[in-house]
């Protein structure tokens, strides 16, 4: 296992790129499959889930190759022979096969996907959106077996799970007839679904609000596509530029999508401009207690709590963060706390930081990708060494981020 050392506080300037959004390329990498042509993906980050997905696709016969930031991708040759079962159990994201394999070839044995341990992870939404399409579904030991009974429209009903929504999504697009789907998320990834699948010739309207609707068409063409900028990247950097109080300039992001988030750091008192595509921030000398509460979009994201929760502890007087969506999410704060931070943990989705206080560098550890994320921050703002473990958890979201920060002028080090 690797780790990195940091030596802080970091003096840092200049300005940081956002690569591609993980949570949107990992789903259009999946709906190439319900594309027998050649598809080029531009601004894939080279990071470890993206790259496990590509493994199990070419294990089963998909032609990808990487240049760079761009893939291209042929998956005419795919066969219907399962997914790899030790590389979908690596992680979560990996469920969105199963939506596609399903319109593709009408079945797919998958075991239950692995990913962070941030919560129970439950996949009953999926499942019971399969079974509303007309998918039998059978566990048998650890391995989920899906197939497929009927490949017509419907009209159906979920809860807003980003996975489960991309997944009724791509089980429909090849379909006979009307689909629509009603309560689905919202998150900008979706809309960057539905616009990769209908510039390949899909017909989906709605995707951005709570009701999906899909005219099935026969088949989907080849293209060339640019993924969206990872929302929860820039608001690691801004969060960094927030936290050191440095004028950072956070560049290739889409701000539209930073939102409430951006709300919520102009509350704690950060003065920063906003261009087409950059957030840069200006001054963070005087920063203020605010509560947060995490909600499906278009509330505060999950992703974007860890990293605001380190900037609180920057801030004058008492904040509050409720996490009401994963119920280990939170953990991260007792890694600030062996810092120098001051929490009180009120229960496991609910705690408050008290500020604001100097950190120390400390031996701490990633548990999650955001949080292992957050604690590079907290490692550039404290006093002395940082020893971050596990940093395995942050290559699966994250490309060569130390080399990335390096260039702002942080001293961090992978040790391998
Ligand atoms: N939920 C269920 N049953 C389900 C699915 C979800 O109860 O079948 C619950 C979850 O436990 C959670 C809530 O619904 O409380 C929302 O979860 P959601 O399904 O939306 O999460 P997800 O689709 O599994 C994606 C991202 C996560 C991100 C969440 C929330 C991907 C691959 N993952 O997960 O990203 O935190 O949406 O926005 O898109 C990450 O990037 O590190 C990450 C964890």
Redesign the pocket.
């Known amino acids: 296992m690797s780790k990195f050392e940091i030596q802080g506080p970091a003096k840092l300037t200049g300005e940081i790129s956002v690569l591609g959004a993980?949570?949107s390329a990992?789903?259009l990498i999946a709906a190439t499959v319900l594309i027998k042509d050649k598809v080029v993906l531009e601004n894939v980050p080279d990071i470890l889930d993206i790259n496990i997905l590509i493994d199990i696709l070419k294990k089963n016969g998909a032609e990808i190759v990487r240049t760079g930031h761009t893939l291209n991708i042929d998956t005419t040759n795919l066969t219907s022979a399962d997914p790899d079962e030790t590389l979908v159990e690596k992680f979560?994201?990996s469920?969105?096969l199963a939506g596609p394999y399903l319109a593709r070839f009408g079945k797919i044995n998958i075991p239950q996907p692995g990913?962070?341990a941030?919560?129970?992870?439950?996949?009953?939404?999926?499942?019971n959106g399969f079974r509303q399409l007309g998918t039998d579904i059978v566990k048998n030991g650890c391995i989920y077996e899906y197939k497929r009974e009927k490949n017509e429209g419907a009209q159906i009903e979920i809860?807003?799970?980003?996975?489960?929504t991309e997944n009724m999504i791509m089980t429909q697009v090849l379909a006979k007839g009307l689909t629509t789907i009603n309560n689905v998320?919202r998150?900008p990834?979706i809309a960057d679904l539905a616009n990769f699948l209908n510039q390949a010739g899909a017909k989906i309207s709605g995707a951005g609000t709570s009701t999906i609707t899909i005219e099935g068409v026969e088949e989907l063409k080849g293209l060339t596509y640019k993924v969206m900028p990872d929302p929860?990247e820039a608001c690691t950097f801004i969060c960094l530029a927030a936290a050191t109080n440095t004028q950072i300039k956070i560049k290739d992001c889409e701000p539209n999508h930073l939102y409430p988030f951006l709300d919520k750091l102009k509350e704690i008192g950060v003065d920063f401009e906003i261009g087409s595509d950059y957030v840069k921030i200006n001054d963070a000398s005087h920063l203020k207690a605010i509560d947060i509460t995490t909600g499906?979009?278009p509330e505060f994201?999950?992703?974007m709590q860890a990293q605001t929760g380190v900037v609180l502890t920057q801030a004058q007087g008492t904040s509050h963060i409720n996490e009401t969506?994963?119920e280990n999410r939170l953990g991260y704060l007792n890694e600030l706390e062996n810092m120098g931070a001051k929490i009180k943990m009120i229960n496991a989705h609910e705690a408050n930081i008290y500020g604001p206080t100097k950190l120390v560098g400390a031996q701490i550890k990633s548990l999650?990708?955001?949080a292992g994320a957050t604690m590079i921050l907290a490692g550039l703002i404290a006093e002395g060494e940082t020893t971050i473990d596990h940093i395995e958890i942050i290559d699966r979201?994250y490309e060569k981020i130390e080399e990335r920060l390096a260039q702002l002028g942080a001293n961090i080090k992978r040790i391998s």
Do not use: M, Y
């Open positions: 993980k949570n990992l789903k979560r994201g469920i969105v990913g962070c941030i919560g129970a992870r439950p996949i009953d939404d999926h499942l809860r807003p799970s980003v996975t489960a998320a998150e990834q929860f499906v979009f994201s999950t992703d969506l994963f999650d990708l955001r979201g």
